[in-house]
């Protein structure tokens, strides 16, 4: 999809967990380490997860031929059991500036989570980071099952 901002994917999974479960998974620093990243191949270590307005992150990822990446930023909005959202950028890398959002919502005892990324400059580089945030999402899906 493509905004005034640039150009944006979404990605909407349904959990078998409820809403509380899946927010703690997307705001604890421990359970971040569990499933974000595009791969179980992929080593992951969270430097930093201040989950709070204004508080940074800072995760890095190592393949396993050892390319390394950083991605960093600043918690925006934090809406507990509903939403979370938080700048996104490469340390290192040209400054973007992006937002990736998670809003979650029960239905019943499952939660309709739905994830955006927006403001990507093209296309390309929207494609590549689709496919990291597709393996976090199937990551995720497992890591609370």
């Known amino acids: 999809m493509t905004n005034q ?19 703690t998974a997307l705001t604890s620093k421990a359970a971040i380490a569990k499933w974000f990243g595009p791969s179980d191949e992929m080593k992951i270590t969270v430097h930093a997860w201040d989950c709070k307005v204004g508080g940074n992150y800072r995760v890095e990822f190592v393949s396993p031929k050892g390319d390394q990446h950083i991605a960093v930023g600043t918690f925006r909005e934090i809406v507990p059991g509903e939403k979370v959202s938080y700048s996104w950028a490469w340390e ?5 500036d992006t937002l990736v ?7 019943g005892d499952r ?5 955006t990324h927006e403001g990507f400059p093209d296309q ?7 496919q990291g945030w597709t393996g976090s999402m199937e990551r995720l899906v497992r890591a609370i099952a």
Do not use: I, W, Y
């Open 111 to 115: 939660t309709q989570l739905t994830m």
């Open 5 to 23: 901002t640039g150009v944006s994917l979404k990605l909407e999974r349904t959990l078998n967990a409820p809403v509380d479960r899946v927010f």
């Open 124 to 130: 390309e580089m929207c494609g590549h980071h689709e």
């Open 92 to 96: 290192g890398q040209p400054p973007m």
């Open 101 to 107: 959002t998670f809003r979650v919502k029960a239905d």
